[in-house]
């Protein structure tokens, strides 16, 4: 069974300070996507990863691939109350017909 | 920009009735997906499906499920017995090729009383 283990799961803080999640497996993605979720909503495509080592910077928020391509990170620099939402990473494997393993999910609250 | 649609946004049905949730993917995408979330867990694979049949199943999506893609724009996920603990948002998904980028809609919240 291939696993995505997604921390935190709960995440509050304040406004302007930093922070990361993570998400490991001990498979090896062919490939990995970070989505937000609002309430009610369908995730929501942030970026995908494909090469380990690689980074991808979307405004404040850094997305990193680990070397091997079984961890990835997300990092938002001066969190602000807009970036408060489900954060979900779901990851693909090889030959598999696309199917996404999800994560459970980082709840993240921003306070101002 | 392209999306993802589905409907209806909320389906109410009782136990034991059938249910199409109906999708329609994005117009030149290949691969098409469906998905559930239980309310507090995490977005469960469903099924795959590309060139008419299905690429994957996972376990959850038993006898009781089946998919279809009836005319050239729309792709519906059939539940024929529906169960309380079917109760969740689904969600369709489509990509161009299998290693692409997913895009989700928005969901169907099925309640099932």
């Known amino acids: 069974t291939q696993l995505l283990e997604q921390s935190p799961q709960f995440l509050s803080i304040q406004e302007g300070e930093n922070l990361t999640v993570y998400c490991n497996s001990s498979?090896?993605?062919?490939?990995l996507q970070w989505y937000r979720q609002e309430p009610g909503e369908g995730p929501v495509l942030l970026v995908t990863?494909?090469?380990?080592?690689e980074v991808k910077k979307l405004k404040r928020l850094t997305f990193q691939f680990g070397d091997a391509r079984k961890d990835s990170s997300l990092h938002i620099t001066a969190a602000q109350p807009g970036d408060t939402g489900l954060y979900l990473c779901?990851?693909?494997?090889?030959?598999?017909?696309?199917?996404?393993?999800f994560g459970q999910g980082t709840e993240l609250s921003v306070k101002p | 920009e392209p999306e993802v649609t589905q409907t209806p946004s909320h389906q109410v049905t009782q136990m034991g009735q059938e249910v199409i949730l109906r999708c329609v993917p994005i117009?030149?995408?290949?691969?098409f997906y469906w998905y559930r979330q239980i309310l507090g867990q995490k977005v469960e694979f469903l099924v795959s499906?590309?060139?008419?049949?299905?690429?994957?199943k996972s376990e959850i999506f038993d006898d009781q499920f089946s998919v279809e893609r009836p005319d050239g724009s729309n792709f519906t996920l059939k539940i024929r017995s529906t169960k309380l603990e079917d109760s969740a948002m689904y969600f369709c998904?489509?990509?161009?090729?299998?290693?692409?980028?997913?895009?989700f809609g928005a969901g169907t919240r099925l309640s099932v009383l």
């Open positions: 498979s090896v993605f062919s490939s």
């Open positions: 499906f590309y060139n008419n049949e299905i690429s994957e």
């Open positions: 990863v494909v090469t380990g080592g």
């Open positions: 117009s030149n995408h290949l691969y």
């Open positions: 779901a990851g693909a494997w090889g030959n598999q017909g696309g199917k996404l393993i």
């Open positions: 998904a489509s990509s161009a090729l299998a290693k692409n980028i997913q895009y």
